[in-house]
Nanobody
Framework: QVQLVESGGGLVQAGGSLRLSCAASGRTFRTNVMGWFRHTPGKERDFVAAVNWSGGRTYYADSVKGRFTISRDNAKNTVDLQMNSLKPEDTAVYYC?????????????????WGQGTQVTVSS
């Protein structure tokens, strides 16, 4: 089993920045691919970003490309999401996810392990 714990969420004004972190524990060798998703009430859980084990391959949703950066530190078993130029539409609960697949995935159903989520609110 893999346990994921997100942190770093909060309230920020439009145009500001936040850095989310996700700490993995347990069977961390099963976290070959890690990603971030976000959810708002009444909408589906949407893909945000993903990164492979080495950190050399990343994938971003078009809505965040150029503003968000995903990275990981396997020595610390953490994955981060740097969010810049935040917009009110970025407001959501952000979830960290992991899977032992070797290629990045953009669908929530492809991930086996999930964190509890952290709230990000962007004011206008």
């Amino acid at each position: 089993q893999v346990q994921l714990v997100e942190s770093g969420g909060g309230l920020v004004q439009a145009g500001g920045s936040l850095r989310l972190s996700c700490a993995a524990s347990g069977r961390t060798f099963r976290t070959n691919v890690m990603g971030w998703f976000r959810h708002t009430p009444g909408k589906e859980r949407d893909f945000v970003a993903a990164v492979n084990w080495s950190g050399g391959r990343t994938y971003y949703a078009d809505s965040v490309k150029g503003r968000f950066t995903i990275s990981r530190d396997n020595a610390k078993n953490t994955v981060d999401l740097q969010m810049n130029s935040l917009k009110p539409e970025d407001t959501a609960v952000y979830y960290c996810a992991a899977d032992n697949r070797l290629t990045v995935a953009t669908t929530a159903s492809e991930y086996d392990f999930w964190g509890q989520g952290t709230q990000v609110t962007v004011s206008s």
